[in-house]
T-cell receptor, first 111, second 113 residues
């Protein structure tokens, strides 16, 4: 399958700290995504990338930045974490069949 | 502005009976719809999809129905099994394969043995 790996799986940090969530995939898919899940709000798109030189904002990009270091790697950064960024974060790739394949998620808690 | 809505946060169904999960959308540009299933501590997994040129798509125990005039779709699971207990997300996009899925808020389905 698409084999999407997210690290860390769980992270607790304090307000104002810089945090990076990493995502890697092994199948060479061009398109990668970062979503955020909150209770009662579903999954919301933060950023997406069509290839290394193509980065696009999603619906809730404020407070986040991304880096596509290579085709296989797409990192999400919170430059100065705040409590309302406490959420479950998912990386995903777009498979050739058209569906998104998600990683197992990174749970971030900002105190 | 929630363009994809799942108005039932939770649903309980007896094992063996039919589960019906509903989804409404407001954006008339959406032309492809998907259902994802999510277990705790796992990422969402693709379940079934339907193009706007169809009104029904079936895959084993799962059938998705699309009513374009009502901007409504539903997922039917029959017969329901305990392993179907999960959160189900409806998603929609314009131009299939064009990346930007808009997700609903999810419905937690519990199958009662």
């Amino acid at each position: 399958d698409a084999d999407v790996t997210q690290t860390p799986r769980n992270r607790i940090t304090k307000t104002g700290k810089r945090i990076m969530l990493e995502c890697s995939q092994t199948k060479g898919h061009d398109r990668m995504y970062w979503y955020r899940q909150d209770p009662g709000l579903g999954l919301r798109l933060i950023y997406y990338s069509f290839d290394v030189k193509d980065i696009n904002k999603g619906e809730i990009s404020d407070g986040y930045s991304v880096s596509r270091q290579a085709q296989a790697k797409f990192s999400l950064s919170l430059e100065s974490a705040i409590p309302n960024q406490t959420a479950l974060y998912f990386c995903a790739v777009l498979k050739g069949t058209g569906e998104l394949f998600f990683g197992e998620g990174s749970r971030l808690t900002v105190l | 502005d929630q363009q994809v809505k799942q108005n039932s946060p939770s649903l309980s169904v007896q094992e063996g009976r039919i589960s019906i999960l509903n989804c409404d959308y407001t954006n008339s540009m959406f032309d492809y719809f998907l259902w994802y299933k999510k277990y705790p501590a796992e990422g969402p997994t693709f379940l079934i999809s339907i193009s706007s040129i169809k009104d029904k798509n079936e895959d084993g125990r799962f059938t998705v129905f699309l009513n374009k005039s009502a901007k409504h779709l539903s997922l039917h699971i029959v017969p329901s099994q305990p392993g179907d207990s999960a959160v189900y997300f409806c998603a929609a996009c314009h131009n299939f394969g064009n990346e930007k899925l808009t997700f609903g808020t999810g419905t937690r389905l519990t199958i009662i043995p």
